[in-house]
């Protein structure tokens, strides 16, 4: 008996594992059947992930917010204060407010470089998993998104549409290791490829060896052939430290992104570039110092 | 094992990977992240006979391999949790019952769901994927390895509950 359910069992598994490799295969294969389930999946889960994204928006930064406890709880003092200045005033939804700001930054910056881009809400983020860096956005191939298109935020690049449903996106953030883009220093001709590393900080390697990169350095994507999957001028990062090693033919510098994509809600993914390279026109001009005259009062000598 | 208990279990095991994949998802755990689908299927599948955990590691695969943000091959999860449920049928009498040793079936959770996950990655590299470097990937299954082990033990209770629900009469005798 306990050999005839050993069998059943190895049966189950041979037709288990065929059943799993099968599936594979076809997925290997491109049979649109498989890549049908997922996006029909995708269909009906987007809803879902919508209200949960309404009513749960504030969970996403529970586990930051208890690492940040100590700065937290200075800052709710110093909120506290403020407090009473506000009770008087129309308080909106801070989220909203937030929103609201990230989408006409977004748009100025898709204005200014010409880019015809389609507003979306970030409504998830990959599972752990799934060991990419991905978003999913509320936008998809009815609003005219398809797969490789560039997607900004209001500082700057974010990623790349990697698969695309009816109404919802996935997008592979710049961050995943597996993520790389053509760069150029702003105000030169040195080119470079950009890696991302899993955090907030890049790899720059250059790929001209007599270029030099300096600290503060912004870097712009160069862009794509046929603009896909990167139009050019989008602010990428700002270099942080060079890695000066004069045994090495290619230098290479950390890069730390322009945008911080943990904390992104709103983003555009662009659907046409614009006719021309914006070339240097998106880096974020730095803000004029202001000088301020002091005149020291005259101290009365003993003798006043 | 009945069907009606493959399609109840099927069915717990689909709402569970929506809430991992609407709600679980969106929190920013420390150094990497957590999925509560995994747990929960390990959780499960240590509680099942022979063919059980080789049916609903199938199953259970087949659901993750649905996720809308995964990247790899249909039907990779399916394979990697097989292997799993196979793992876990050969040495189901080995490791015995957990009822009374809660901590016992913690542990054995956390390390099935790293295995799993390992499992994943290695048949990513087979079929040539590119996951971002292996310290990468092992730095995302020591967390989800951490996590789960701290998280497993708040929600067991409740897994073991509505897994006695989903039995049927004779199998609960």
Same mark, same amino acid.
Do not use: C
């Given at each position: #008996?306990?050999?005839?359910?050993?069998?059943?069992?190895?049966?189950?598994?041979?037709?288990?594992?065929?059943?799993?490799? @099968?599936?594979?295969?076809?997925?290997?294969?491109?049979?649109?059947?498989?890549?049908?389930?997922? !996006?029909?999946?995708?269909?009906?889960?987007?809803?879902?992930?919508?209200?949960?994204?309404?009513?749960?928006?504030?969970?996403?930064?529970?586990?930051?917010?208890?690492?940040?406890?100590?700065?937290?709880?200075?800052?709710?003092?110093?909120?506290?204060?403020?407090?009473?200045?506000?009770?008087?005033?129309?308080?909106?939804?801070?989220? #909203?407010? !937030?929103?609201?700001?990230?989408?006409?930054?977004?748009?100025?910056?898709?204005?200014?470089?010409?880019?015809?881009?389609?507003?979306?809400?970030?409504?998830?983020?990959?599972?752990?998993?799934?060991?990419?860096?991905?978003?999913?956005?509320?936008?998809?191939?009815?609003?005219?998104?398809?797969?490789?298109?560039?997607?900004? +935020?209001?500082?700057?690049?974010?990623?790349?549409?990697?698969?695309?449903?009816?109404?919802?996106?996935?997008?592979?953030?710049?961050?995943?290791?597996? @993520?790389?883009?053509?760069?150029?220093?702003?105000?030169?001709?040195?080119?470079?490829?950009? +890696?991302?590393?899993?955090?907030?900080?890049?790899?720059?390697?250059?790929?001209?060896?007599?270029?030099?990169?300096?600290?503060?350095?912004?870097?712009?994507?160069?862009? +794509?052939?046929?603009?896909?999957?990167?139009?050019?001028?989008?602010?990428?990062?700002?270099?942080?430290?060079?890695?000066?090693?004069?045994?090495?033919? /290619?230098?290479?510098?950390?890069?730390?992104?322009?945008?911080?994509?943990?904390?992104?809600?709103?983003?555009?993914?662009?659907?046409?570039?614009?006719?021309?390279?914006?070339?240097?026109?998106?880096?974020?001009?730095?803000?004029?110092?202001?000088?301020?005259?002091?005149?020291?009062?005259? /101290?009365?000598?003993?003798?006043? | 094992?009945?069907?009606? &208990?493959?399609?109840? *279990? $099927?069915?717990?095991?689909?709402?569970?990977?929506?809430?991992?994949?609407?709600?679980?998802?969106? =929190?920013?755990? %420390?150094?990497?992240?957590?999925?509560?689908?995994?747990?929960?299927?390990?959780?499960?599948?240590?509680?099942?006979? &022979?063919?059980?955990?080789?049916?609903?590691?199938? =199953?259970?695969?087949?659901?993750?391999?649905?996720? %809308?943000?995964?990247?790899?091959?249909?039907?990779?999860?399916?394979?990697?949790?097989?292997?799993?449920?196979?793992?876990?049928?050969?040495?189901?009498?080995?490791?015995?019952?957990?009822?009374?040793? %809660?901590?016992?079936?913690?542990?054995?959770?956390?390390?099935?769901? $790293?295995?799993?996950?390992?499992?994943?990655?290695?048949?990513?590299?087979?079929?040539?994927?590119?996951?971002?470097?292996?310290?990468?990937?092992?730095?995302?299954?020591?967390?989800?390895?951490?996590? *789960?082990?701290?998280?497993?033990?708040?929600?067991?209770?409740? =897994?073991?509950?509505? &897994?006695? =629900?989903?039995?049927?009469? &004779?199998?609960?005798?």
């Amino acid at each position: #008996m306990a050999s005839r359910g050993g069998n059943r069992s190895r049966l189950l598994l041979v037709l288990l594992l065929v059943s799993s490799l @099968f599936l594979i295969t076809l997925d290997l294969r491109g049979v649109n059947l498989v890549s049908g389930i997922r !996006n029909g999946v995708s269909t009906v889960i987007s809803p879902v992930e919508n209200l949960f994204s309404k009513l749960f928006s504030p969970v996403g930064n529970f586990a930051s917010d208890v690492r940040n406890f100590r700065q937290s709880k200075k800052q709710v003092t110093e909120l506290n204060k403020q407090i009473d200045l506000l009770k008087n005033k129309q308080v909106l939804d801070e989220d #909203m407010v !937030n929103q609201l700001s990230q989408l006409r930054n977004v748009l100025d910056l898709a204005g200014r470089g010409g880019y015809k881009v389609v507003a979306a809400r970030v409504i998830n983020r990959g599972s752990a998993a799934t060991f990419k860096k991905t978003v999913t956005i509320d936008v998809g191939s009815r609003s005219g998104v398809t797969k490789n298109m560039t997607v900004i +935020s209001e500082s700057g690049l974010v990623g790349v549409v990697k698969s695309v449903t009816s109404n919802s996106s996935i997008v592979l953030l710049m961050s995943d290791p597996t @993520f790389k883009v053509g760069v150029r220093i702003a105000g030169t001709q040195s080119i470079g490829v950009l +890696s991302g590393k899993g955090g907030s900080t890049y790899l720059l390697e250059l790929l001209d060896a007599t270029g030099e990169i300096k600290i503060g350095d912004a870097l712009v994507a160069r862009g +794509s052939a046929d603009n896909r999957p990167f139009v050019p001028g989008v602010p990428v990062g700002v270099v942080t430290t060079v890695q000066s090693n004069s045994s090495s033919i /290619t230098q290479n510098a950390d890069v730390e992104s322009i945008t911080n994509l943990e904390k992104i809600s709103v983003v555009a993914v662009v659907i046409a570039a614009a006719k021309g390279d914006p070339r240097d026109s998106l880096i974020p001009k730095p803000q004029p110092t202001q000088t301020v005259y002091v005149t020291p009062t005259p /101290t009365p000598s003993p003798g006043d | 094992m009945s069907r009606i &208990r493959v399609l109840n *279990t $099927s069915l717990f095991l689909l709402f569970i990977f929506l809430i991992q994949t609407s709600l679980i998802a969106r =929190i920013n755990f %420390p150094i990497g992240g957590f999925s509560i689908y995994i747990a929960i299927l390990m959780v499960v599948l240590s509680l099942e006979d &022979r063919n059980g955990s080789l049916v609903f590691g199938f =199953i259970g695969g087949l659901i993750m391999d649905l996720a %809308p943000s995964a990247q790899t091959p249909f039907g990779q999860w399916a394979l990697a949790m097989t292997v799993i449920g196979y793992i876990f049928s050969v040495n189901r009498e080995t490791v015995g019952d957990f009822n009374d040793r %809660p901590l016992a079936l913690t542990s054995l959770v956390s390390v099935a769901a $790293s295995v799993s996950m390992l499992i994943f990655i290695v048949i990513g590299a087979l079929l040539g994927q590119n996951n971002g470097g292996l310290l990468h990937s092992l730095s995302i299954i020591f967390s989800n390895l951490l996590w *789960t082990f701290l998280i497993t033990p708040i929600f067991i209770p409740l =897994i073991l509950k509505v &897994r006695k =629900i989903l039995l049927t009469n &004779r199998e609960r005798v």
